[in-house]
C-alpha cells in the first residue's frame, strides 16, 4: 500500500480518502501531499474529538488526517499462575 500511494503522490493521482498508519502518513506531510484540513474543518468538528486524539493527526500545528480509531491495550492475567511459575516470591 505504501509504494502505491508513493506512485500516486509521483503521478498526482492520490486518492481522495485513504487508510494509512499515522507512521506513514506523518512522513507524507514532508512531501505535501496532504491538504491541510484547517482550511475546511471548522472547530465545532474538531471540537467533537478528544484534545489529544486530536492533537496526533496534527503535524507542526496542522491538522492532515481525522482520527479515525484509538485503541487502549488491556492485559488480564490470572494471579494465581504467578504464583506456580514463580515459587520463590
Known amino acids: 500500500m505504501e509504494s502505491k500511494i508513493q506512485?500516486?503522490?509521483l503521478?498526482?493521482?492520490l486518492?481522495?480518502?485513504?487508510?494509512?498508519?499515522?507512521?506513514?502518513?506523518?512522513?507524507l506531510t514532508q512531501s505535501n501531499a496532504w491538504l491541510n484540513l484547517d482550511t475546511i474543518l471548522s472547530d465545532s468538528i474538531k471540537n467533537q474529538y478528544?484534545?489529544?486524539l486530536w492533537q496526533a493527526?496534527?503535524?507542526n500545528g496542522k491538522s492532515f488526517w481525522i482520527p479515525?480509531?484509538?485503541t487502549t491495550s488491556?492485559?488480564?492475567?490470572?494471579?494465581?499462575?504467578?504464583?506456580?511459575l514463580t515459587p520463590w516470591r
Open 7 to 9: 506512485s500516486a503522490i
Open 11 to 13: 503521478t498526482n493521482t
Open 15 to 27: 486518492p481522495d480518502v485513504v487508510n494509512l498508519n499515522s507512521n506513514f502518513a506523518h512522513l
Open 50 to 52: 478528544l484534545p489529544n
Open 57 to 59: 493527526s496534527q503535524v
Open 68 to 70: 479515525w480509531y484509538a
Open 74 to 84: 488491556i492485559t488480564f492475567a490470572n494471579s494465581q499462575l504467578f504464583d506456580i
